[in-house]
């Protein structure tokens, strides 16, 4: 499989060892085709944080552009997957549950 083939991710947080993989060396998205899938209260946390993982999350969100999408706890991002409320670990730590 090719980064070109993944359309989704789908983000527990915004920690740079679960995002640091999202772009290559010169901040340009790995995955081309891909939409990010982050809760609402995680993506709003880190937006406002200086340095560190508030820094390397908004490039992901800025290599991602309109391919960030935002969710709430209790949405279904994608068919038999359901986005629930882990907070904790951090602001907006998603789990995610399948059908599976």
């Known amino acids: 499989m090719r980064p070109e083939d993944i359309d989704a991710v789908l983000l527990t947080h915004m920690h740079g060892d679960h995002t640091g993989g999202l772009l290559d060396a010169n901040g340009a998205a790995v995955f081309p085709e891909a939409d990010v899938y982050v809760s609402a209260p995680e ?22 552009g309109e391919r960030v999408k935002t969710l709430a706890f ?4 994608l068919p038999g997957i359901l986005a629930l409320d882990a907070c904790g670990h951090t602001p907006g730590h998603t789990v995610y549950e399948t059908d599976m």
């Open 74 to 77: 209790g949405d279904s991002p």
């Open 43 to 64: 993506r709003s946390y880190w937006e406002a944080q200086d340095g560190g993982n508030g820094d390397l999350a908004r490039k992901v969100f800025a290599a991602y």
